[in-house]
């Protein structure tokens, strides 16, 4: 922030110091200029005066008109000694000081000739001499008349400005050195600035940090009564608040796990008294009569249910308090997923379900053998009683880094928002829809943390009318970490290839549907 601030203020800085630099030097310049041009014209008019009168008053018959104007033209260059004299004659220019005619320009050339009066140009100044530079000057030009002749003779006073170049030269350097230490002193009082207010954000930043990894004491320190000290003010406040209100959910989960917890447990006695006069009532059902034995049935199968429905409360309970914890073997997790398949055939074959397992024929893998075969009972019955008596697929591979297993129906299905929704507890897509299998609701919810104790993934992909599918996928080894699956999330990637421990095939995700006569 302070780097990207600084940058922005000297960029800004520069461009103005530069618009600026450029307008004061042109000022200047134009104000050296115009007074050299003032300076030049008054010089050559005086110039020009006096030497229309020293030449109205020489003789010419004593000696040459030429070398009359030569003589002038020496003289006066060399009383002023701040221009050069160029005298245009018929025969050729007369020239003082080694100057080149060619400094004058052909427009003044041009204004003289064509009437009288004291033209200026801005000229370049160019010497007979080629090793001399040349430097920029001020052309004044006008018309000198000698006694007796019908004609005027073309005479340009031409003035270098080497010294005003110079001015300017160092008008210039003073301008950039100024503007360097401007930029310099800028960048640097903006770095401290910045860094005088950012240094109580960045603590501010690292507060909310600290707060978000859980370190509800954290606070900043408070100094003056600035606008920086009431952010101080402010974020203590909310630390302060945050850590009451967290201090009283944790105490509230607390009691409501404690509580789960001591429900379930106080209700397996009374529960287990209930259970065995259930018992009684079932084993004497023959010398009942048919209302008294269909009650005893019922009786029966709801406290069943209640018993699941404790057991699982006690699971969730375990979850929410992290007393939860794995015991690892190797196992065969197609061994585990074809004994849960054959356990389910009576629950498919009262539904009229199709169950087909496609498994590799070794998939070995670190896990908990009691929580996998729980994962999968759950995934087996829920796809059996959403399938709507269509076939269920069950397919497991394996390649040298995780196990997947995917459990595929072709059911009622879910909307693809509602892929996450499944796994909360007790959440049902259709309320009003029966349970069949007679589950707790508890049953995704336990299958979830069941795979995140594992360190694996278990997902879920859904479409309304084409079913549902669920993937587990558990690595090989407790230590190795997730980077892909071997089978594909959705039927929709099923051409994909899958790699797996004994090479590349390709694995099929529908199968032909068995016969009813042969379950």
């Known amino acids: 922030m302070g780097l990207r601030v600084v940058t922005i203020a000297l960029t800004a800085t520069l461009v103005i110091l530069l618009v600026f630099g450029y ?17 030049s014209v008054s010089e050559a008019t005086t110039s020009l005066t006096r030497l229309q009168q020293q030449l109205r008053s020489t003789d010419l018959r004593a000696g040459s008109l030429y070398e009359r104007l030569n003589q002038l033209a020496d003289d006066a260059a ?44 801005p000229t370049t100044v160019l010497y007979a001499d080629p090793d001399r530079p040349h430097t920029p000057g001020i052309a004044v030009g006008s018309t000198l008349w000698a006694p007796g002749q019908n004609r005027g003779f073309p005479i340009y006073f031409i003035f270098p400005e080497s010294d005003e170049a110079a001015t300017l030269a160092m008008v210039q ?33 690292i507060a909310a940090s600290r707060l978000a990894g859980g370190h509800l004491d954290e606070r900043m320190p408070v100094r003056g009564t600035d606008d920086l000290a009431r952010l101080a003010t402010s974020m203590n406040g909310m630390a302060a608040e945050l850590q009451r ?25 009374p529960l287990t008294t209930v259970r065995m006069a259930a018992d009684l009532l079932i084993d004497s059902r023959d010398d009942s009569d048919p209302d008294m034995v269909r009650a005893a049935e019922l009786l029966h199968d709801e406290l ?4 699941t429905l404790l057991s699982d409360l ?53 896990v908990d053998a009691r929580r996998i075969r729980r994962i999968i009972r759950n995934l087996i019955a829920n796809a059996l009683e959403h399938g709507e008596s269509r076939p269920v697929e069950v ?32 959440w049902r897509a259709d309320p009003s829809r029966v349970r069949s299998v007679g589950g707790t609701g508890l049953g995704l919810a336990i299958s979830l943390e069941d795979a995140h104790l594992h360190h694996g993934w278990l997902e879920a992909w859904g479409r309304p009318g084409r079913g549902a599918q669920f993937r587990l996928t558990l690595p090989r080894r407790a230590d190795q970490p997730l980077s892909h699956s071997p089978l594909p999330g959705s039927p929709d990637e099923s051409g994909v290839e899958v790699t797996t421990s004994t090479g590349a095939r390709r694995l099929p995700i529908v199968a032909a549907a068995t016969s009813r006569e042969s379950r």
């Open 395 to 426: 397919t497991v591979a394996a390649n040298d880094e995780a196990v997947a297993v995917t459990v595929r129906d072709h059911g009622i299905g879910f909307e693809p928002s509602q892929a996450e929704m499944v796994f909360v507890r007790f």
């Open 314 to 366: 006690l699971e969730i309970s375990r979850f929410d308090a992290g007393a939860a914890v794995l015991a690892l073997d190797p196992c065969d997790v197609s061994a585990l997923v074809a004994d849960e398949a054959e356990a389910a055939r009576p629950l498919a074959n009262s539904l009229e379900t199709p169950l087909v397992v496609r498994a590799e024929t070794e998939a070995i893998a670190d």
């Open 173 to 205: 350097r003073v301008v950039i050195s100024l503007g360097g230490l401007i930029l310099l002193a800028m960048g640097l009082a903006i770095f401290l600035s910045t860094r005088q207010m950012s240094r109580p954000i960045r603590r501010a930043s």
């Open 78 to 121: 060399r009383q002023s000694g701040q221009y050069q004299v160029i005298i245009e004659s018929p025969v050729s220019g007369l020239v003082s000081g080694g100057i080149s005619v060619e400094s004058v320009p052909p427009e003044l050339a041009a204004k003289v000739a064509a009437g009288e009066g004291i033209w200026t140009q």
């Open 304 to 307: 069943g249910r209640f018993e």
């Open 23 to 39: 307008l004061l030097v042109h000022q200047i310049a134009d104000g050296i200029l115009e007074s050299k041009r003032s300076a």
């Open 245 to 269: 209100q967290i201090n009283e959910l944790e105490n509230l989960s607390s009691l409501q796990q404690q509580f789960v917890s001591d429900v379930s447990h106080e209700l397996r006695t």
